[in-house]
């Protein structure tokens, strides 16, 4: 497995719409094994194709304890219900924290590795990481979506 360097804002392929991946061979899983490495090194909770310069609809998410790895391969939210407010940062932004509104639940059909077809249901902080990570893979920065920044010195009062 191999970490791979995290594309940082304001690179333009941040900011491109991806391809749907076409092909689920094994350079897929290494790719997918790498986006993981690299996300767990940069203790981040989400990682999508673009941040590490890769234009394809992939997402991973670790994000709950329970729930574990997610990988999400052309995901698509078809169902989303509520609304939910909450902070937000970015491995490709550094430093930069924000509440962003996000739907509270949602249904996400996707790909694993192999191919298959998958449901998905999510609510809460998992919901909230999968659908920014869905943004990264339409070119869209949580930025664009911040509602208030907030200081780091608020985030260490919140805990
Ligand atoms: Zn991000």
């Known amino acids: 497995m191999t970490v791979k360097p995290i594309i940082m804002h304001p690179d333009p392929l941040l900011e491109q719409t991806c391809e749907r991946v076409e092909i689920f061979d ?3 899983k290494r790719l997918v094994r790498d986006m993981f490495e690299t996300m767990y090194e940069a203790d981040g909770v989400g990682l999508a194709g673009p941040q590490i310069g890769v234009l394809k609809q992939i997402a991973v998410v670790d ?8 990988v999400l391969i052309n995901p698509e939210i078809y169902d989303q219900n509520g609304e939910e407010l909450g902070v937000e940062g970015c491995l490709s932004i550094p430093s930069l924290y924000g509440e962003v509104v996000r739907s509270q639940s949602i249904k996400v059909k996707a790909f694993d590795v192999k191919g298959r077809q998958f449901d998905l249901k999510a609510s809460g902080f998992v919901a909230r990481a999968i659908q920014h990570e ?3 893979l339409q070119g869209i920065l949580f930025t664009s979506k911040v509602v208030r920044y907030i200081k780091e010195e608020e985030l260490e009062v919140e805990g």
């Open 26 to 28: 094994s350079k897929l």
């Open 63 to 70: 994000a709950d304890e329970e729930i574990g790895p997610i």
């Open 134 to 136: 869905i943004d990264h």
